[in-house]
DNA sequence: CTCCATACCGAACGATCGTTAGGGTATCGA
DNA sequence: TCGATACCCTAACGATCGTTCGGTATGGAG
């Protein structure tokens, strides 16, 4: 913004308080982006939704994505704290996505829920570290919910 | 190891020479993992076999691990591009088993290999954020596996 | 015992980084 | 018109970091 390193102290206290302030905006949006699935829609269909909502923040704010990911272990103190909560409360609203879908008989009964749900969030966070920002964001979430959901196997398992 | 930062200079010529030690011990690791694998078994095996050396690496060389899958993007010049190499060579060594998997039989023919093997790295990549060395890691590489190759949706699928 | 290589220490240098202090200028309401 | 406020600059400080250098102990070979 071709602004000096000293004239950014009368806006912040510290360099912490920009740490906070990104991992908040980060916070926000990835919260905002569940918020925007309509409630009525299949299990299956909100967890596309969800992933599709989490690459789109990925890429089109990769830098607070980043901090959101990874740079908030840098937080420190109630700060932190406070964080983390909001970090395990996302993770926790991904998590309810999958009890739903078993719950209603969209998802298999016998699922390894922790397991889906820490290989969705892998995927979805893994991104912010190849994604192309113009690449079709959208297609690559279906493209990884597909394989999800359908699974690898072939139709005709050989024994 | 209780010795002074300036007698390093003994053992190396730089920091530089650091990273690229441990990122190239870090490929090293993985590549060997990869060795592991009996040439003779079934695809979803080798895969799964993948998986579990993968993340016994990440468990039991964690700093290391950490280089290979992030730091090494701090490498510099030739040295650099010789670790991205090996780094696509990893990648491609995976993805050869899903090809496999598919030419077999044993993975679906219409498969999105390429959004499958991404999922299978950020499943392995994404793991050393969160994996705790005392954990059964061959366990928890079995279950990513299962939902994997099976799928997450339920038998009896409601139109 | 001498000699030499190996390994380590302690101190210092230069660069960078986060931060503070002091001063300058534009804007706006009283 | 005046004063306050917002905004930005330059300069400097202290801390940390990567690196260099001279000195010192150890230990085996001749």
Redesign the pocket.
């Known amino acids: 913004?071709?602004?000096?390193?000293?004239?950014?102290?009368?806006?912040?206290?510290?360099?912490?308080d920009?740490l906070w302030e990104v991992a908040s905006e980060g916070a926000r949006s990835f919260h905002a982006a569940l918020d925007g699935i309509p409630d009525d829609a299949r299990p299956i269909e909100k967890i596309r939704a969800a992933m599709r909502g989490h690459l789109r923040v990925v890429a089109e704010q990769l830098d607070v994505a980043t901090v959101f990911i990874q740079e908030w272990r840098y937080l420190e103190g109630p700060r932190r704290d406070e964080f983390v909560a909001e970090r395990r409360r996302y993770e926790q609203r991904i998590g309810d996505l999958f009890r739903e879908g078993r719950e209603l008989g969209e998802l298999r009964s016998d699922l390894d829920e922790s397991a889906a749900v820490l290989l969705f969030l892998s995927a979805a966070n893994w991104a912010y570290t190849w994604l192309h920002p113009d690449r079709d964001t959208d297609d690559l979430a279906d493209r990884f919910c597909a394989v999800l959901v359908d699974g690898m196997r072939g139709y005709a398992t050989p024994s």
């Open positions: 913004m071709g602004v000096q390193k000293g004239s950014l102290y009368h806006h912040i206290r510290g360099k912490e920009l």
